[in-house]
């Protein structure tokens, strides 16, 4: 027997979610189905209220319900130095940190020519836009320690040095091939801490 229409509906959708595959996707169906009326109407609500509350920062593309964000409005941070990260849950795991008291920078992804993602795909010239207007005397490199995140860095360095800014990369403490936004706080500010200029 087949299934009905509308749950694979859902499960088209819900595999497309990030480490879900087929077999996930229609636990998840189901799962939702079995949820009391209020529950699955609260998480529809949910998405729906995300979806038109949050908005991009104008100034570091982290994702918040108000632009600024809060970390590009608060006035006692340090303001000369910018930690550049991939997504807005990189962001989110690195200002966990409380050693850390700069700017951040959400470059949107990082540079993959396998996945036919260059330079222009990102956002590399609103961030030299960025170092050049505010001053910027150092860049903390924190994109993710697999390849393509290795491979962004090294690009931004180049140009960073290029501006005559001091640019540095997280240290160790960071597993190589991982992802920051799985990363704990204390590894994170240990990263920060060690990390060296490029």
Do not use: W
């Amino acid at each position: 027997m087949n299934r009905p229409q509308a749950i694979e509906r859902m499960m088209q959708i819900i595999k497309h979610f990030p480490g879900v595959g087929p077999k996930m996707a229609e636990r998840i169906s189901y799962h939702i189905l079995r949820m009391p009326v209020e529950q699955s109407d609260a998480l529809v609500d949910a998405i729906m209220q995300a979806r038109s509350t949050m908005k991009y920062c104008s100034i570091c593309f982290n994702l918040s319900e108000s632009d600024p964000c809060p970390i590009c409005a608060d006035s006692d941070r340090d303001r000369k130095t910018i930690c550049v990260v991939e997504t807005p849950q990189d962001l989110i795991a690195v200002s966990k940190v409380k050693d850390y008291k700069g700017l951040y920078f959400v470059l949107g992804g990082a540079l993959s020519p396998l996945d036919a993602i260059g330079p222009q795909d990102l956002r590399i010239d609103s961030l030299l836009k960025r170092i050049k207007d505010e001053a910027i005397t150092e860049v903390i490199l924190a994109t993710d320690t697999d390849a393509k995140g290795e491979t962004t860095a090294l690009y931004l360095a180049q140009l960073i040095k290029e501006m005559h800014v001091k640019a540095t990369r997280l240290g160790y403490g960071l597993p190589v091939g991982g992802d920051i936004e799985y990363a704990d706080e204390i590894t994170i500010s240990r990263a920060i801490a060690g990390r060296k200029e490029m």
